[in-house]
């Protein structure tokens, strides 16, 4: 089973978070827009895919783990025929990686098959209250394998409980306004029933989520890349604590939030890391933010060197930048195999110590007896630099000067990038000094939050950036945040110790 703490082990990055996609379009093949919109959004999760597929009487659910092109093919999608539908590409936060919690999520209400109110629910998120919900729901441990389970599990009562009182088809709206104020967290919604496709941002606006339009439907996506590939145009991103709905009417908007709990703060490491470069968040272009974070970076750290490079893939619009504003040379000096997957297993020390060389290999020509300055996205475990640094130097680079675009990541995250506890965060254990003797650097140093922020060109707008200063926009209950947060910071000298020490193998992704 791959490991489900939110880290690439071998790689020493963050996962991205889940992509969710949502179509209305009659007289359209659903199935193979949604296809295509999980492929731009493959990168957001690569454990497992579904989707979920109305043709107005009724919802065909499809899900499996693996990548979007394994799930799928002409024949899984020959019989998936309808005018809405909503898919999912995961990785897990809360509750294991295995079929069961492969989304979307399936709930259907009723006694029989002509009386049944159906909903398919795809998140992309983490809650907080899950422990909570299902206690106060009264459902028995176990009853409920995920957060996203959970909510499924909330809407199907609220459904059943009113069941009685109206005969409209608009119950799982009904039902979504009564469960999602009791949410925490941060989630972004893509649900369906036989008629109707609904998109919601929790209050926080932690996770993306944007409208587009085709010229006879529209279009939900976690980043405007999937509207991209669909051919659809984008109209704008959900605001934070706003509910859509979409049906043979046209799309509407509701909110199900009082203005009080609205406080925009999506999470800084989107425009980092986990967002495509070509996507558009608080009306920014990613990668023209990721060169910018690059400028920065060369004016808040200059050195002497020889080239800047980038470590494949969102370093490398920051080296451009760097090197822009430095004047120094820009230069190629890794190749990424874009064909390592995560189904690799590492099955001794040595090819885990190895891992990185399996995704990158440097081009020695370009590199031997320059000093590089390399621009890399985050550190995270180390393990990347680590290796990283000792490759360059092999290859032949007399010095290798680290600069990385974001702060010193410090504190785990609970909203959706579950990094486990603070031991496995080298900069919650040593100072930036100290990590530069661990990684074997001339030089390290990091992108300040302020620079960060003003380099996203949406200064002001609202950020979490609770992984680089421990500050939760959402409270964390005391049963996440014990021993996680206070009690797992490894000692200095048990950490090089354990450098040493055999571990079990795990996945690279």
Known sequence: MPPTDGLDHEAGHLKEACGVFGVYAPSQPVAHLTFLGLFALQHRGQEAAGMAVSDGTDLMVVKEQGLVATVFDERTLAPLQGHLAIGHTRYSTTGASEWRNAQPVYRSVGDTAVDTDQFALGHNGNLVNTEKLAAEAGMLPGTATSDSDLVAELLAQAIAKQRDQHSDDRALERALLEVLPLLEGAFSFVLADEAHVIGVRDPHGFRPLCLGKLEHGWVLASETPALDIVGAHFVRELDPGEMVIVDATGCRSVQPFPASEIAPTLCLFEFVYFARPDSVLYGRNVHQARVRMGEQLARQAPVDADMVMGVPESGVPAAEGFARVSGIPYGQGLVKNRYIGRSFIAPSQAMRDSAVRMKLNPLRENIAGKRLV???????????????????????????????????????CFYGIDTGDRSELLAAQLEVEEIKEYVGADSLRYLTLEGLEEATGATGAGFCTACFTGHYPVEVPVTLRKDVLEHNVMPIGELERTMHEPQLPTAVE
């Open 374 to 412: 390399v621009v890399d996205d985050s550190i995270v475990r180390g393990t990347t630099q680590r290796q990283l640094v000792k490759m360059l130097r092999e290859a032949g680079a007399s010095e290798v000067h680290l600069r990385i675009t974001s702060p010193p990541v410090k504190w785990p």
